[in-house]
């Protein structure tokens, strides 16, 4: 059994941490500094920070600010938002980032997944998927520009066509369940972890310690992740790996 990844989620919009619900209504929750430096203390088994405004405001990523975190963890750190080529990802590796996460730039060009994996290896390849269920068509589309437009694909095939390009992990968000604390989206997880072999990492829904065992043991994520929930210290890092090595999960 592999070890389980609790990770901590900074979403930044004008170099300060936000968060809100259904990637609506945004609070402030704090400076990303003073937040990276207290999940690393925390014992957070990696960081991930997504500038959420870049891609759809058509701007690059804030580097700067990217550097000054990195330059602070001594735990793996993800970087997306606003990732449009190999360049990009060249300075946000070069400013301290591990991995790179792409969103609405694989999805406009799929061929960028390929290309990305083949200059730095598909370990540094993180696709971020958002998805929202659709009624109608009884299945998730995926969506991009921070959950703003709606593509032509079901998030299980576009999941499935991730990993055949090269991607070495997925960020799979439900935007139906982001913020409001019920759960993550067991189904969702489900219905990719059956066409993937690469890790997925479990996003929107955290709300208690128990929902990060069950996103492990019901929707066999290999890592889950969370913000509102350690932003607001309604929980921690170490009661939530506490909870799900009670009910026999493995954590570092």
């Given at each position: 059994?592999?070890?389980?990844?609790?990770?901590?989620?900074?979403d930044?919009?004008?170099?300060?941490?936000?968060k809100?619900t259904?990637f609506?209504?945004?609070?402030?929750?704090?400076?990303?500094?003073?937040?990276?430096?207290?999940y690393?203390?925390?014992g957070?088994?990696?960081?991930?920070?997504l500038?959420?405004s870049?891609?759809?405001?058509?701007?690059?990523?804030?580097?700067?600010?990217?550097?000054e975190?990195?330059?602070?963890?001594?735990?793996?750190?993800t970087?997306?938002?606003?990732?449009?080529?190999?360049?990009?990802?060249?300075?946000?590796?070069?400013?301290?980032?591990?991995?790179?996460?792409?969103?609405?730039a694989?999805?406009?060009?799929?061929?960028?997944?390929?290309?990305?994996?083949?200059?730095?290896?598909?370990?540094?390849?993180?696709?971020?998927?958002d998805?929202?269920?659709?009624p109608?068509?009884?299945?998730?589309?995926?969506?991009?520009?921070?959950?703003?437009?709606?593509?032509?694909?079901?998030?299980?095939?576009?999941?499935?066509?991730?990993?055949?390009?090269?991607?070495?992990?997925?960020?799979v968000?439900?935007?139906?369940?982001?913020?409001?604390?019920?759960?993550?989206?067991?189904?969702?997880?489900?219905?990719?972890?059956?066409?993937i072999?690469?890790?997925?990492?479990a996003?929107?829904?955290?709300?208690?310690?128990?929902?990060?065992?069950?996103?492990f043991?019901?929707?066999?994520?290999?890592a889950?992740?969370?913000?509102?929930?350690?932003?607001?210290k309604?929980?921690?890092i170490?009661?939530v790996?506490?909870?799900?090595?009670?009910?026999?999960g493995?954590?570092?």
């Open positions: 059994m592999l070890t389980k990844r609790i990770i901590p989620c900074l930044v919009k004008e170099g300060r941490v936000v809100g259904q609506l209504s945004l609070k402030d929750a704090g400076d990303p500094l003073e937040l990276a430096l207290f690393n203390e925390q957070a088994d990696e960081l991930v920070f500038d959420i870049a891609s759809h405001e058509g701007r690059e990523i804030i580097v700067d600010v990217v550097k975190v990195a330059g602070s963890l001594a735990i793996p750190f970087v997306g938002g606003g990732i449009y080529s190999i360049e990009d990802i060249r300075r946000i590796l070069r400013a301290g980032a591990d991995k790179v996460s792409m969103n609405t694989a999805l406009m060009r799929p061929d960028f997944i390929k290309e990305s994996a083949r200059v730095f290896g598909s370990q540094c390849i993180v696709v971020a998927i998805a929202k269920y659709d109608v068509r009884n299945d998730w589309r995926v969506y991009t520009h921070g959950g703003r437009k709606e593509t032509s694909w079901s998030a299980v095939d576009w999941a499935r066509e991730a990993e055949r390009l090269g991607a070495g992990e997925l960020l968000t439900s935007m139906d369940h982001d913020g409001e604390k019920k759960g993550f989206n067991i189904p969702l997880l489900k219905a990719i972890d059956e066409v072999s690469i890790p997925v990492i996003s929107g829904g955290a709300g208690a310690t128990h929902h990060f065992t069950e996103a043991n019901e929707g066999k994520a290999d889950a992740l969370a913000a509102s929930i350690f932003h607001y309604e929980t921690s170490e009661e790996k506490y909870d799900v090595k009670e009910k026999g493995l954590v570092r």
